[in-house]
Nanobody
Framework: EVQLVESGGGLVQAGGSLRLSCVTSGFSFDDYSIGWFRQAPGKEREGVSC????????YYADSVKGRFTISSDNAKNTVYLQMNSLKDADTAIYYC???????????????????WGKGTSVTVSS
């Protein structure tokens, strides 16, 4: 059974940090690119960041560039999203997703993902 399980969300003050984890199982982690998406209340889902299967390529949306860092631990089949300098606008449900056939790039977020997690909630208070 394919599973992507997000964790690490919570309530944090503006300017604070959180690290999200996406633990995967049931598929060949080394073959997939992994992306983080988010959906704020009343807004459409947007791509945040992605990392290639090798970990050698990463991409960030302009809204998080310089504040968020994506990384992967292939031994643990896990992808992380370190979020620093959090803002009110970062409040959202954060989802991780896996895609086999599309490399991590600016167009990655427009491709239908193969597998999705159920999300973890991040609330930033000012």
């Amino acid at each position: 059974e394919v599973q992507l399980v997000e964790s690490g969300g919570g309530l944090v003050q503006a300017g604070g940090s959180l690290r999200l984890s996406c633990v995967t199982s049931g598929f060949s982690f080394d073959d997939y690119s992994i992306g983080w998406f988010r959906q704020a209340p009343g807004k459409e889902r947007e791509g945040v960041s992605c990392i290639s299967s090798s970990g050698g390529t990463t991409y960030y949306a302009d809204s998080v560039k310089g504040r968020f860092t994506i990384s992967s631990d292939n031994a643990k089949n896990t992808v992380y999203l370190q979020m620093n300098s959090l803002k009110d606008a970062d409040t959202a449900i954060y989802y991780c997703a896996a895609e086999l056939s599309w490399v991590c790039s600016g167009t990655f977020f427009d491709v239908p993902m193969d597998h999705w997690g159920k999300g973890t909630s991040v609330t930033v208070s000012s």
